[in-house]
């Protein structure tokens, strides 16, 4: 084919965000659709510090769909993969036929390249299938001239990626309709509602996660009678709870109903059968450290969640953020003590603490325990790159050699 008659792909190039739930989802009623058996409520990490990066690529060059993730090519016939992309192109059909000129039919024919890349560990327990799912339909839906309400269709490709179309502090409503049209995220409050809110992600490990959450969750929903006492009789009255802790920027409230959550929900994975152990040593002495620092002050000024991992994420305001970190060191003590690589994100200046602080924390020191720290706050939802020397793919549709 001559240079000037090769046809360049049209790409597009967007970014999403990690959410991590306070009040958890755990647990389908409808394994194809996704749909949930309780409702649940996160916050919305900012992409400065956690997100995913997609790009896609479109060419009638392309002699099939394609998708790489994180440097190596992966099946593209994966059925969520599918449900995500067989969607949004039905939806652009429906809005070409329905007479919208601005769809692009040649776009509707041509197949895809899509590539994606974490700047965080993947399969960790850190949202990751949440932030990719949701950067892939946001991002698809850009190349597709798609809009309006996207979650329903991020939610098929993993359950939380409804909630990470949205920046703040999003809920998941779990709906009743059976074709799922009612199992949508709503945000709660944007991302500036509570400036002073601040976010520590204690990576225990960045190890892949021994049970995946997809098969945690249906061993869960066939075996825990504890599950079914949570879903129908604790989360209703905590989704309403929290998102008025949420409205209020009620702190305490919100702080032990997060860790009430996060306890139960580990609760029910031990309740599973056989059990699921997400929690490890380092975890543990996380839970220990956060009750006593608490305990010491009287009031409850940090808070733990743990997702299907051992990482612990702690909410916490601004005021105490230098204070807790430095007791985080006292019983972590960083590998090498270099503060910079032991904490990313929102830079902290060190202070010290008292020996009154130091004598109420009755732990021994975890050197290792703690690889390191990202610090971050709640951020915005998915948006879109407008610089092309940002795009993950080259002009022949493939991945760029860093990417």
């Not at 990690?18 to 916050?43: C, D, F, Q, T």
């Not at 009638?60 to 599918?82: A, V």
């Not at 010290?352 to 720290?373: H, R, T, W």
């Amino acid at each position: 084919m001559p240079k000037d008659t090769v046809v360049k792909p049209a790409t597009v190039t967007c970014t999403a965000p990690v959410n991590i739930a306070v009040v958890k989802y755990w647990g389908k009623r409808n394994e194809g659709l996704i749909l949930p058996i309780n409702s649940s409520l996160s916050v919305t990490l900012h992409q400065d510090q956690l997100k995913t990066t997609t790009t896609v690529a479109s060419c009638r060059s392309f002699q099939e769909d394609r998708i790489w993730l994180n440097g190596k090519e992966e099946d593209i016939n994966h059925p969520r993969l599918q449900s995500c992309l067989r969607e949004i192109r039905r939806l652009a059909r429906k809005r070409r036929n329905d007479g919208d000129s601005s769809v692009d039919v040649g776009c509707l024919s041509h197949k895809v390249h899509i590539c994606s890349v974490n700047n965080f560990p993947t399969a960790a327990g850190l949202a990751s299938s949440a932030a990719g799912f949701a950067c892939l339909v946001y991002t698809l839906a850009k190349v597709y001239g798609v809009d309006g309400e996207l979650s329903g269709i991020a939610r098929q490709g993993s359950g939380s990626a409804c909630r990470s179309m949205y920046g703040g502090f999003v809920q998941w409503i779990m709906g009743e309709r059976e074709d799922g049209k009612d199992s949508v995220a709503q945000q709660v409050e944007p991302e500036s509602h509570w400036p002073d809110l601040r976010v520590l992600v204690l990576v225990a490990s960045a190890e892949r996660k021994p049970v995946g959450s997809t098969a945690g969750m249906q061993t869960s929903v066939e075996t825990s009678s504890l599950l079914k006492h949570r879903a129908e009789s604790v989360v209703p009255d905590r989704m309403k709870q929290m998102i008025e802790a949420v409205h209020k920027k009620d702190f305490a409230t919100f702080a032990e109903l997060t860790m009430r959550d996060s306890n139960q929900f580990h609760a029910t994975c031990l309740d599973t059968f056989p059990p699921i152990f997400y929690l490890n040593t380092v975890s543990r002495h996380v839970i220990s450290l956060v009750h006593q620092y608490n305990r010491h002050y009287g009031e409850a000024r940090v808070a733990y969640t743990f997702d299907a991992g051992p990482n612990a994420v702690i909410y916490t305001l601004q005021q105490h953020v230098a204070e807790f970190l430095q007791v985080v060191r006292l019983v972590f003590p960083p590998d090498n003590n270099n503060g910079k690589t032991f904490l990313t994100g929102l830079q902290v200046e060190p202070v010290e603490i008292s020996e009154e602080l130091k004598n109420a924390i009755c732990l021994e020191p975890m050197s290792k325990g703690v690889s390191y720290i990202i610090s971050t706050q709640a951020g915005p939802g998915p948006r879109v790159l407008e610089d092309p020397g940002q795009h993950l793919l080259g002009s022949d549709g493939l991945p760029k050699p860093d990417a």
